[in-house]
């Protein structure tokens, strides 16, 4: 099954609106390691399964395999974070 890829309002891939909307509500915090932490446990929170994250105060490229539709990038705040489903 081939899911669609969309773009959020940043032009970011982001392929589930409800991990863009988890991964955005952790993003509080100025400390890169604790939101990536925060957004991991959400994510699985609300999706379920593993996920993994990346954060940075600078963006990034990348390159995936999309599954299901569970990967989003996203900015907020000058903090990029990218999360996935493995």
């Known amino acids: 099954m081939i899911v669609s890829k969309n773009l959020n309002h940043l032009g970011f891939t982001c392929c589930n609106k409800e991990l863009e909307e988890a991964m955005t509500s952790s993003m509080n915090s100025k400390d890169l390691l604790g939101t990536a932490d925060s957004i991991q446990k959400k994510a699985e929170g609300k999706l379920g399964g593993k996920f993994e994250t990346v954060v940075s105060a600078d963006?990034?490229?990348?390159?995936?395999?999309?599954?299901d539709g569970k990967t989003c990038k996203v900015e907020k705040d000058g903090q990029y974070a990218l999360a996935w489903q493995p």
């Open 59 to 67: 963006d990034f490229a990348y390159k995936s395999h999309f599954k």
